[in-house]
């Protein structure tokens, strides 16, 4: 039996109200699902509750350029250790990378600045899962204390059609709440002693290096340029990423 044009009325009208919703809440597009809209976080950010969950966040920033969560993930007393190989990392050898450091180069690469063009594109992936281990340095209690050593795969795509890759792995160390020096920051905010909240206080990299020639390629070149495109790769280490949008 067809159906009058009178009663598909409600049926169109709703169908209107589902698709504007699901438009106006950072959805895709339902008449073309292949289109993702842009310039809307698609999912919620993890809670930092676990060392597992506090890196998840951190993978979570930047495929989103979350940086006001960026902000939460580190101690005040935080330092980034640059590969013991890695030629960037020569100015702070004497002089530690810290927190400042570390959320300044996240917000130009994440935004950009007058100074820094934001990346293009950001793709962090971390190990799926995560093995938590005892913080070996001493004075640690390891009830307060974890390291999670996790492989990386970091891509990175400037407007200039160069794409930086980082490959390897890196140790976090992570402290609970109640034990961490939280920046004053955050304690303006309400942050303060708690033991279902994890911070990153030292982040080391081991991306590999080949000794003075800066990073080495899996083919011992330093760039490349896949067939057919034309962008152009380079393999980084995360201390030249730091750096460079520093």
């Known amino acids: 039996m067809n159906l009058s044009v009178r009663s598909l009325r409600p049926a169109l009208a709703a169908g209107m ?6 438009l106006l809440g950072g959805c895709y597009n339902p008449f073309r699902p292949d289109e993702l809209t842009t310039g809307v976080v698609s999912t919620p950010p993890p809670t930092p509750d676990t060392p597992s969950n506090t890196l998840r966040l951190l993978e979570w920033c930047y495929n989103n350029r979350a940086i006001a969560e960026y902000r939460e993930l580190f101690t005040d007393d935080y330092r980034f250790q640059f590969g013991a190989l890695d030629p960037y990392g020569n100015a702070y050898r004497e002089t530690p990378w810290t927190r400042e450091d570390e959320l300044a180069s996240a917000t130009n690469l994440f935004q950009g600045s007058s100074a820094k063009q934001a990346a293009a594109s950001i793709t962090l992936t971390l190990d799926k899962n995560f093995r938590v ?4 340095r001493p004075g640690k209690n390891p009830r307060w204390h ?10 990175i795509l400037e407007a200039d059609q160069i794409r ?11 402290v609970r709440g109640d034990s961490a020096l939280i920046p004053e920051e955050l304690k303006s905010r309400g942050f303060g002693p708690d033991t279902t909240r994890w911070y990153i206080d030292r982040w080391e990299d081991q991306s590999p290096v080949a000794p003075g020639e800066g990073v080495a390629s899996r083919n011992g070149d330093r760039r490349a340029r896949p067939a057919g495109t034309a962008i152009e790769m380079e393999w980084a280490t995360w201390g030249e990423i730091k750096l460079r949008w520093r």
């Open 17 to 22: 109200v589902v698709a504007g919703a699901l």
């Open 164 to 174: 930086r890759d980082v490959t390897g792995s890196s140790l976090f160390f992570l």
């Open 146 to 155: 974890k390291t999670i050593l996790t492989s990386q795969v970091l891509s």
């Open 133 to 136: 281990q005892s913080d070996p």
